[in-house]
């Protein structure tokens, strides 16, 4: 099983601040089969980023993921209000599929 | 409109039973795979299972193998988790999604349902 490993936990910043989050896994994620979604309270996830750097229908382009391998980053450019989440990587490419267990981005 | 509604959860006795389902309306059904994703109260995402277009090719996550089987019927647009064994670290909110067999997108999951809440206990 693949474990992906997000860091940091949480993070606390302000709105138009950029941010990165991290994705490492424990072996290399075939074909980049690398996903990022978002959650809000209360709502189900939201799938932002797949194959590592597609953005998904009708997600603004201040995201951005890259990486390849075993290492994958999220990028969110400004922050919006409506930004402030858990993200969520996922690898797809081997079974079982597996999830990381998240980064909380709060407001400061 | 492209939606996904679960149905099914509730409370049950540890060693019990449960059928999900998820009805899908909106797409073409059969035009992708299928999973069941769960997450326990106030902690992260858990895959749970998924199943092919064609119903032919199923996984499972460690922690549900032997004990849950996913199915569809794709004539009628359902989707279905069957579990057994139930356990008190099964109690979560269960949410189906879908994602494309074929394409750059393919295996991400680009619609999930609301989700239905199990509850395992005595």
């Known amino acids: 099983e693949i474990v992906l490993t997000q860091s940091p936990g949480t993070l606390s910043l302000s709105p138009g601040e950029r941010v990165t989050l991290s994705c490492r896994a424990s072996q290399t994620v075939t074909s980049s089969y690398l996903a990022w979604y978002q959650q809000k309270p209360g709502q189900a996830p939201r799938l932002l980023i797949y194959a590592a750097s597609t953005r998904a229908t009708g997600i603004p382009d201040r995201f951005s993921g890259s990486g390849s391998g075993t290492d994958f980053t999220l990028s969110i450019s400004r922050l919006e209000p409506e930004d402030f989440a858990v993200y969520y990587c996922q690898q797809y490419g081997t079974s079982p599929r597996t999830f990381g267990q998240g980064t909380k981005l709060e407001i400061k | 409109e492209v939606q996904l509604v679960e149905s099914g959860g509730g409370v049950v006795r540890p060693g019990g039973s449960l059928r999900l389902s998820c009805a899908a309306s909106g797409f073409t059904f059969d035009d992708y795979a299928m999973s069941w994703v769960r997450q326990a109260p106030g902690k992260g995402l858990e895959w749970v299972s998924d199943?092919?277009?064609?119903?032919?090719?199923?996984g499972y996550a460690d922690s549900v193998k032997g004990r849950f089987t996913i199915s569809r019927d794709n004539a009628k647009n359902f989707l279905y988790l069957q579990m057994n064994s139930l356990r008190g670290e099964d109690t979560a909110f269960y949410y189906c999604?879908?994602?494309?067999?074929?394409?750059?997108?393919?295996?991400?999951?680009?619609?999930w349902g609301q989700g239905t809440m199990v509850t395992v206990s005595s």
């Open positions: 199943i092919k277009w064609n119903g032919r090719r199923t």
């Open positions: 999604a879908r994602s494309p067999e074929l394409g750059i997108g393919s295996g991400a999951l680009d619609i």
